[in-house]
RNA sequence: CGGGGAGUAGCGCAGUCUGGUAGCGCAUCUGAUUUGGGUUCAGAGGGUCGCAGGUUCGAAUCCUGUCUCCCCGACCA
């Protein structure tokens, strides 16, 4: 294809709201043009990659038995009133009404649909198991859509559903699944982590999130230094190294003292001159969403830390079997709990329940708030001082932390969340009765697993992995084209004539090309040529012509190849492998 | 929703404090020049200064209101 008909336009500043690398490189490569936030135009080479990201995904699961289909966009809202997220997905379900007044959503995920699709066609075991999945645009009315792709409002996704008799099947599904999602990871050559992750508010057991290793991106985990485990920084277990482990002393009377001004960790271990393992911070928080100080039917709680500790909201949601993660009490509801204000608030004496994390529990003789402005209490021991409603791990693990497997510690990465499996059980089947037969002829719930990829996050996570200080560089894999030519003398009949000779080749070999036959110096066209990343670029100028050799430079490592004319086919088929 | 920042030409920005005919760089168009890593020169076009009120002889600039965008947080299958 040639440059000149392919609306290509390149920007030499990137625009003032791209943050990240690759956002910036995919605008000024013109990759991407934003509507509004989170809404994105997909240029033609943007389009070129999606396209080669999803007959990749498509490859590998259509040769392990998934069936693809195309579901709607727009829901009417008595499907997700079925299973009651029509109301608890909150505001990220873009809703909104006909002409007659009826309720609809974008699509945000497709388990309504997808179930309300199989269950009146599935009625015997004999119809079992299927995998079904689409490619196909979500709408999630994300609160800060940021970074281009990577958290956008509306995105592609590839998402499958699996469906089988029971438990056992399910897990043979999610486990082919999960390999197949290694092998479309793979075959992109991206450099990626699988580890354990919370369920969400989407239900079920057991997920695994495939992460891009990336310093941008949002997600944050821990990868053991000696063995397979690696999790999410949500779910991952805090085990404390053996050095923190304090000694138990004998408890001694507990004694309040004076600490006018001090109300942070901080503060309090530098004017005490104490480590933050004798202090014991206390996180107040609402069981309720909406917390209203003036409503009676409120349940707040505390959390105790050690001070050095931070507490994890996944843990505590999952602890108390919430749909979200429990909201934090302001500084006026805490005044109202405890009867000071953050700072100097502590256990001793409190009416709610106290949620202790098992870092605390090796603690003895520790300093808390007294609940008196200006005043801790030492020497605060639980079971003597105070009753802990429940002790269980509630705090971040951490770099350094103990790896759960036993083998190794764990060491702390930042990823980008490209893919995700999850075993659902029932929980959708049973909310809209979707049933089969077993060989018995008893009605059984159908169970259930589905598995996401964002196809336009994964394209921005290979330019976040992938790129230079000079722009892209794309795997071969899903790179717009395969072969860049830059002209170089757009006006040597000699040169001309090559170029096309060469384009017309590639296009019988199958492989990509696209041809810059503007009229600029070489200069711009190689800026240009770096910027959009194709895997390699040929020059060919008068220079080159006349010495009977033409330059094929691999964009990775920028090498330099130069063979004859009649060698270029054969040298880029090499290099493509 | 809380905190911070910003809306001036397609993009990046200055001008606002201290009111006086709207500027710079890139891009675009014309003509020369140059021709293997964003040539150089000359010229041209393009902006109701986010929007609405107000103050003033006069507002991009001061006042009031409002909308939008970006960043951090909360939120997020």
């Not at 990659?49 to 590998?60: H, M, N």
């Not at 695994?208 to 277990?237: C, I, K």
């Not at 995700?420 to 169970?447: R, W």
């Amino acid at each position: 294809m040639k440059w000149s008909q392919c609306h290509i336009y390149t920007l030499k500043e990137a625009p003032a709201d791209a943050e990240i690398i690759s956002h910036k490189l995919m605008v000024r490569g013109g990759y991407l043009k934003k509507l509004a936030p989170g809404i994105y135009t997909y240029s033609h080479l943007l389009l070129r990659s999606l396209k080669k990201f999803e007959d990749i995904i498509r490859q590998e699961l259509d040769s392990r038995g998934c069936t693809e289909v195309l579901m709607p966009v727009v829901h009417p809202a008595s499907l997700w009133e079925e299973t009651g997220r029509w109301n608890e997905m909150g505001a990220g379900l873009l809703k909104f009404q006909n002409r007659n007044q009826h309720w609809f959503c974008l699509a945000a995920t497709h388990e309504e649909a997808v179930t309300d699709y199989i269950r009146h066609d599935i009625k015997s075991y004999r119809d079992l198991p299927r995998n079904i999945y689409q490619i196909q645009t979500k709408y999630r009315d994300e609160i800060r859509p940021r970074f281009g792709l990577m958290r956008g409002r509306e995105f592609i996704m590839k998402d499958a559903y699996s469906f089988d008799v029971d438990h056992a099947a399910a897990l043979k599904a999610y486990d082919q699944m999960y390999e197949a999602y290694k092998a479309i990871f793979s075959r992109l050559g991206l450099d990626f982590r699988i580890v354990q992750a919370d369920a969400g508010n989407i239900g079920g057991s057991q997920t695994h999130e495939f992460q891009v290793l990336a310093e941008a991106g949002e997600d944050a985990l821990l990868v053991s230094t000696d063995s397979d485990f690696a999790a999410n920084v949500e779910v991952a277990p805090a085990i404390d190294p053996d050095d923190v482990m304090a000694a138990k002393e004998e408890m001694v009377s507990l004694e309040k003292f004076s600490t006018p001004g001090l109300k942070t960790i901080q503060q309090l271990m530098d004017a005490l001159k104490i480590s933050s393992n004798s202090l014991v911070k206390t996180l107040f928080f609402s069981a309720n969403e909406g917390f209203d100080s003036k409503d009676k039917g409120l349940k707040p709680f505390a959390v105790l830390l050690r001070g050095g500790d931070e507490v994890n909201p996944v843990k505590l949601k999952n602890l108390l079997g919430m749909v979200n993660p429990p909201l934090m009490l302001t500084d006026d509801e805490v005044k109202e709990v405890t009867g000071a204000w953050p700072g100097s608030c502590g256990p001793v004496g409190l009416k709610i329940p106290i949620y202790l994390d098992n870092g605390v529990e090796k603690l003895t003789n520790f300093i808390v708030g007294a609940n008196e402005d200006g005043y801790h209490l030492k020497n605060v021991n639980v079971g003597r001082d105070f009753q802990a409603t429940k002790v269980a791990d509630l705090r971040m693990a951490k770099e350094g932390d103990k790896c759960p497997s036993g083998k190794g510690t764990l060491k702390s990465y930042r990823g980008i969340e490209v893919g995700h499996v999850f075993y659902l059980g029932t929980k959708y089947s049973q909310k809209m009765q979707a049933t089969y037969l077993d060989k018995n002829g008893k009605a059984q719930f159908i169970e259930m697993g589905c598995y996401g990829i964002g196809v336009t996050r994964t394209l921005q996570a290979a330019i976040e992995q992938c790129h230079d200080a000079d722009g892209i560089i794309w795997p071969k894999s899903i790179a717009p084209f395969h072969v860049h030519i830059c002209v170089l003398d757009i006006k040597n009949e000699k040169v001309v004539e090559i170029a096309e000779k060469l384009e017309r080749c590639f296009t019988e070999m199958r492989i990509d090309v696209l041809v810059d036959d503007r009229d600029e110096r070489p200069g711009v066209k190689f800026k240009d040529a770096d910027l959009l990343g194709m895997p390699i670029r040929i020059n060919i100028g008068a220079r080159g012509v006349d010495a009977g050799e033409i330059e094929v430079v691999e964009r990775s490592g920028k090498v330099v190849h130069k063979v004859a004319p009649d060698k270029v086919a054969e040298t880029v088929k090499k290099i493509l492998g």
